[in-house]
């Protein structure tokens, strides 16, 4: 490590020994310049930026303590060592309020000024070292912290639990979270013919991402989960004792800050949806409000739930297409596309029949009957299981409540479908490892084994893989290897005869994989010390 040296003294002899001490012995000491005058060392120190200055208390014009003044002003970071003569001993020693690190008596001793600088070296090297570390600790946070936006927004959206320590998350994300309001970036979503087209989609959808995000945090400090398939949720912080109508006005003009700034970098088709303000344990109402301004067809960009909330006091027909998109996506796969479709009949359901519940219950016992008619597995989940949580549901009567109870069995329902889908396919690898053992011998393929088990010969073949670790080809190969190292142990076998057994028509081939797999021929094999050895 180098440190930066600075001295200031209008003796020529003095700045020549310090000078000379320095090159001499300390190979970590740099001297940046010298100054002759307190106004020099002023300009000279905002000039180079020192780490250490020699400072000598008597000085033509400004002082030495006035220089010290002066330069701690604008760099506080500077250490200072006094050079004084003894007749100025005491009054040098009034520098140390001044936070000056040491004082040196002239004449200057040798040692003293190598020892000086040495401890110096040791005090800059760990202060240093401190703020590197918190540079580092500080980028990590940085680094956390998205995370741990993204889980948070994840966790209202689809948990929506009342937060225990709010006080937590508010000094991790350093603002007042308990009041805010929704906004809602929608991309418009176009299904693609081809790979290239749905890839460039894709990308398209995470640069809207990255852009609406950090456009958004430039306008407004707020909180922004991960992209959610064609949305991005954003959480915007307000206090709660604001008027409703000035965050309203204020929310749109930021939607619309953002938009402007976006759209000039993006080409891709969107629009932003706004909710109303709430406490944070009804996040999701916000973040509904949101989806339905986002979702209305008014040729804005943006759009606010208060503006369209007159037209929605009428009662619409309940979306049954909802219903089909829900069970679809759950059925492909797609839990999280899957609970946001049912975040939005749960919506409708809530601003439909307000705070009748029960018909609300009725519905989702509708929903899930529905679900469970269209399910291609025997799911293992007896009726006193399915009885005990209607029940339960029935007993419920609070809406947030309700809607935490039926999205945790949803979920783990849908535990018990992938392990049933699991159970079927570990019964299928079962059975074509079985037909395989059985049929080794024969001039059996591939297509043979899928035809089996009633599986398409494309999909068989990654199935096959993904459950073995290894492709049909090596899996027979080396079973029928195997085999054959047991009917070569009987001498009264021949070659030939073993060639035909295991399912090779071609002894010369048979040779030739056999030495492939175990590194001998069948004939070495044979006669090989292993083999003779019982091994």
Known sequence: MMIKLLIADDEHIVIESIKFIVEKYLSNVQIVGAAGSGREVIEKALELKPDVIFMDIRMPGISGIEAIRQIKNTNNNTLFVIITAYEYFNYAKDAVNLGVHEYLLKPLNKNKVIETLNNICKVISTKRKAIQRE??????????????????????????????????????????????????????????PTKEENLKNSLEKQRFYDIFSMELKGVV????????????????PVHQNMDPYEIRNMAIDTAKK??????????????????RSYGIE???????????????????????????????????????NKEKIFIHKILTGDIIGGLNVFEEIFWWLS???????????????ELLIIFKRALPYDIEENDVSENKYLIQMLKIHNIKELKVSYIDYLKNFLIKIEESKQKELNGLISKAIEYINGNYHKNISLDDVAKEINMSY??????????????????????????????LKDTTISIKEVCYKIGYSDPNYFSKIFKKV??????????????????
């Open 282 to 320: 009804n996040f999701s109402k916000s973040y509904n409000e949101a989806y339905m301004a986002a979702s209305v067809t008014n040729g804005d960009l943006t759009t606010h739930f208060e503006d369209i909330a007159p037209s929605l006091n009428k009662i619409d027909s309940y979306p049954v």
């Open 221 to 236: 400090p707020c909180l922004i989960g991960p992209s959610l398939l064609d949305r991005t949720v954003a959480y915007i």
């Open 518 to 535: 175990t590194g001998m021929t069948p004939t070495e094999f044979r006669t090989s010390r292993v083999y003779q050895e019982g091994v």
């Open 135 to 192: 540079i580092q600790l500080k980028e990590k946070i940085n680094k956390i912290i998205p995370h741990m936006e993204g889980q948070f927004i994840y966790s209202q959206l689809f948990n929506g639990r009342v937060i225990k320590d709010i006080k937590f998350y508010e000094d991790i994300f350093n603002m007042k979270i308990g009041h805010g309001y929704v906004m809602l970036a929608i991309v418009d979503d176009h299904e693609n």
């Open 458 to 487: 494309h999909y068989f073949s990654k199935f096959f893989k993904d459950s073995i670790g290894k492709n049909f080809v090596d899996y027979l190969t080396e079973l029928r290897i195997d085999k054959a190292k047991e009917f």
């Open 258 to 275: 953002v938009t402007e700034r976006v759209s000039k970098l993006v080409g891709i088709s969107y629009k932003v949806g706004v909710g």
């Open 351 to 365: 601003t439909n029949y307000g705070d009748d519940i029960d018909k609300i219950k009725s519905r989702l016992i």
